[in-house]
């Protein structure tokens, strides 16, 4: 990684400096200041001597610049982008991050001249983004030297980008919030609504804080985890094909198999929570991802003998793809964790009217009313400490939220669980079209 300005950091340092760019909102109040501090540090990060922030403006089409290093006074007065303008533009309207190692070779920007103030022909480029929702976009350019970007840093400032944008959204609940405190003091006639609301707000901080911190730790265990996991996984894989059938090593070595799969499941889970990944826009058929939801599970059901009965509607359901099967995985996971050996699930897709209806039930060890509501913030579990790590419900909400959809519980302690996901046939871009 000698062309780039990472590779002269040790891991552990790179994790300090990253982690010290996420804990920026927690010494700041002011939006503006957050972003030109955010950009500040990003910059000195990657070896920069130029950057910007820009953010979309409310119900436009238009990129505003909000913070800028390196630029001149005059260059930076009222600088407004328009979606596809670009480098910025090009990434605000696709939502996809830009590695652009030589604009002057590119043929993506083959019409883009570059202002004459920049050193270098380099750029990386990313959106910021919330749940797919389009905040504003960070570019980075001018490295010091004159030397090019590393792809390695364009993931590196895409990771950082999904930080900068869930700890903008969490300054401005922020000020809502206190907003709302101060209004409630004028208002005793809307007091309750006020403080229903203000409650409200106060949850929603709190959430972003937790993903937040996911988002660093994820970004820690995917580097330091995946690739020793993908070896380990390899090397298994390999002793089990040198191994008959009868032989008692098999049967340690599938139990170690296992536990690597819960390993990766976890990393993913946690990944899944902090990056906001956009939907395909592709159409998927319901049944086909209900099935390769319990393929993926297949070695989870056989060694528990549980019974999976499907009824399954016979007309072709397809809907646009925004993480249906992930949906479909999490729920059926949490039912084969609940059932004791021998258990049984039932799982059945349906229309009705202009809703796809989608049915999980088990006759598990159920859930207490009180924790309908919990058991989809983050962290929030009730397995064993070895079983879960509480993520796995909060991506089956956020997705079901995308589709704008609804999750209806209904279990009592030691009388089973059935979850019932209705989601809108018709919708598109992840909003509904109704």
């Given amino acids: 990684m000698s062309d780039n300005n990472i590779g002269q950091f040790m891991q552990t340092e790179l994790f300090q400096k990253v982690s010290s760019i996420c804990a920026i909102v927690n010494s700041v109040i002011d939006e503006r200041e957050f972003l030109q501090i955010s950009l500040s540090e990003t910059m000195d990060l990657l070896g920069a001597k130029r950057g ?6 409310e119900n436009t089409s238009e990129l505003e610049l909000k913070a800028a ?6 260059e930076k007065r009222n600088m407004v982008k328009r979606l596809g303008e670009g480098v910025v533009g090009r990434v605000a309207a696709t939502k996809k991050p830009i590695y652009v190692k030589d604009i002057a070779t590119d043929d993506r920007f083959q019409n883009y001249k570059a202002r004459g103030s920049y050193q270098s022909p380099s750029f990386i480029c990313a959106p910021l983004l919330i749940k797919d929702r389009l905040i504003g976009v960070i570019n980075v350019a001018d490295k010091e030297g004159g030397v090019l970007f590393g792809k390695e840093e364009l993931y590196l400032l895409d990771f950082l980008a999904s930080q900068i944008a869930l700890n903008y959204r969490r300054i401005g609940l922020y000020y809502k919030f206190k907003t709302i405190l101060r209004e409630s003091q004028d208002l005793k006639n809307e007091l309750g609504k006020s403080s229903q609301e203000a409650t409200h707000l106060k949850k929603q901080v709190l959430l972003h804080e937790k993903l937040a911190t996911i988002g660093k730790l994820a970004g820690g265990i995917a580097h330091e985890f995946n690739n020793p996991l993908d070896g380990v996984m390899r090397y298994t894989n390999l002793c089990l094909e040198h191994v008959k059938e009868d032989e008692v090593v098999r049967g340690y070595l599938l139990e170690i ?8 499941t976890i990393v993913s889970n946690l990944l899944a929570c902090s990056r906001n990944v956009s939907p395909s826009m592709q159409k998927v058929d319901v049944n086909a991802s209900l099935d390769q939801a319990i393929v993926s599970l297949h ?3 056989a060694h528990k003998n549980i019974k999976v009965d499907k009824a399954l509607s016979s007309r072709p359901l397809e809907i646009i793809d925004m993480g249906l099967e992930r949906v479909f995985t999490n729920l059926l996971r949490n039912a084969v964790d609940a059932v004791e050996k021998d258990g049984i699930i039932l799982l059945s897709t349906s229309q009705e009217e202009e809703f796809f209806v989608f049915e999980i039930s088990d006759n598990g060890c159920g859930l207490k009313c009180d924790s309908f509501e919990k058991i989809f913030e983050p962290f929030y579990t009730t397995k064993d400490i070895d079983k879960g790590c509480g993520l796995g419900l909060t991506i089956v909400s956020e997705i079901v939220k995308c589709y704008f959809g609804q999750i209806d519980i209904e279990s009592a302690p030691g009388k089973g669980a059935k979850f019932i996901i209705k989601i809108p ?3 598109k871009n992840g909003q509904n079209t109704k």
């Avoid at 198999?257 to 990766?264: C, D, F, I």
């Fill in 299 to 301: 070695a989870e059901i």
């Fill in 52 to 57: 910007s922030i820009f953010l979309l403006k």
């Fill in 425 to 427: 046939i018709h919708t």
């Fill in 69 to 74: 290093i390196g630029m001149e006074g005059a």
């Fill in 257 to 264: 198999k296992h536990g690597l799969n819960r390993m990766a």
